[in-house]
């Protein structure tokens, strides 16, 4: 590897404690924190992803090229992390992605975001749930887990609890180490807890996926699935806060039951950075306007969201930037286990995102280089 110039950018820096103004120096990882005067702007740890299909035209599920051209746009948005996500499609399909994302993984991307591994969203989800997923779904066998799992990149895997084989399935995930999500699901409260269980008993992490979305909602006399992942204290939870899939007032009440585990994603598809009209999404065709991306059934499909944005929208509802930050790098980086990135602390990499006072990015960093 090639070293670094040790690198010196003066701001209003999130630090694990608070917000120093000051300057952080770095080569690729941190190297000192010291406070003085500086100008307003934010330096935040780099954003992680760890739900996302596309972007600028490319999609995990073209392969090498396209992973690389969802890194580069979405890095350029502050994304410094990410976990390239495929959807339901035929096995063989998903195996493909799956190895491209690999690939992708050891050589990195240059000027991209780091690519962790992958998330398998599907094909072991619900019939009943598709949201904009093909009906393709399967049961999880554990020839087909075992084969994914060979490849050693999946590390968040999306499921339905209540579907037949899913403890044993679980556990299986959990052993090798991949975060169990329940999301796609028309599951009851007692498959989560059931399934949450099994999870634990390996030793896993249970999480929920783009909670509220592709999901039953929580009833009084039926909290289902959704009703689970809140009640559950130790459960991550992502969400869409692109302001189409979810309401404001449904993102602060989860923000307040999950109580520093909710995470924000993108979930976002090819047409991401790209101007409003048709687009593709796992083999079906989408439409997108005005922010929205829709089937012809008017589903929504995914979303046009970056990270940025995210962060945004959830200033913009009233959530402090501090605790914003931290739904966008801590959280995730604790969902993967990950203690390497997601704060800024002295040891850590350099993933920094640097933004003006209206939260607009400025610079951004992956390893202590600069991408944007
Ligand atoms: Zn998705």
Redesign the pocket.
């Known amino acids: 590897m090639m070293s670094l110039m040790s690198t010196r950018l003066q701001g209003r820096i999130l630090t694990s404690r608070g917000f120093v103004t000051g300057a952080v120096s770095f080569g690729r990882t941190i190297e000192d924190i010291e406070a003085g005067d500086a100008p307003g702007r934010y330096i935040l740890p780099g954003f992680i992803d760890v739900?996302v299909?596309g972007g600028n035209g490319g999609d995990t599920m073209d392969g090498e090229r396209g992973v690389e051209t969802m890194a580069r746009f979405h890095g350029s948005h502050g994304t410094t992390s990410m976990l390239p996500?495929t959807?339901t499609a035929p096995w063989s399909n998903v195996m493909s992605a799956l190895r491209g994302v690999a690939e992708v993984r050891s050589r990195g991307v240059e000027g991209g975001a780091d690519v962790l591994g992958a998330h398998l969203?599907g094909p072991f989800i619900s019939p009943k749930r598709l949201g904009a997923q093909a009906p393709q779904t399967i049961l999880p066998s554990a020839s087909l887990l075992e084969e994914a799992l060979a490849l050693n990149v999946v590390r968040l895997t999306t499921v339905a609890p209540e579907l037949e084989g899913m403890d044993a399935a679980a556990r299986k995930l959990s052993r090798a180490g991949v975060r169990v999500s329940f999301g796609h699901t028309v599951g009851a409260y007692e498959d989560a807890v059931r399934v949450a269980a099994a999870v634990r008993e390996e030793g896993g992490t249970v999480s929920g996926t783009?909670l509220f979305n592709a999901m039953s909602g929580l009833m009084g006399r039926a909290p289902g699935v959704l009703g689970a992942l809140l009640a559950d204290e130790a459960a991550f939870a992502e969400l869409i806060f692109d302001l189409h899939h979810v309401y404001s007032g449904a993102f602060l009440a989860a923000r307040a039951a999950k109580r520093g585990r909710l995470l924000l994603i993108t979930?976002a598809i090819r047409a991401a950075g790209l101007p409003d009209g048709e687009s593709e999404l796992g083999g079906q065709k989408v439409f997108v306007k005005n922010g929205r991306a829709t089937l012809v059934d008017g589903t929504l499909a995914?979303s046009v969201l970056t990270l940025d944005v995210a962060l945004r929208n959830a200033v913009k509802v009233g959530v402090p930037i501090e605790e914003a930050s931290r739904m966008l790098s801590g959280t995730p980086a604790e969902l993967l286990g990950l203690s390497d990135r997601g704060r800024i602390e002295v040891g850590l990499r350099a993933d920094f995102v640097v933004l003006d006072e209206a939260l607009r990015v400025l610079e951004v960093y992956v390893g202590g280089e600069r991408i944007a």
Do not use: L, N, Q, R
């Open positions: 739900h299909h996500t959807v969203e783009h979930d995914g």
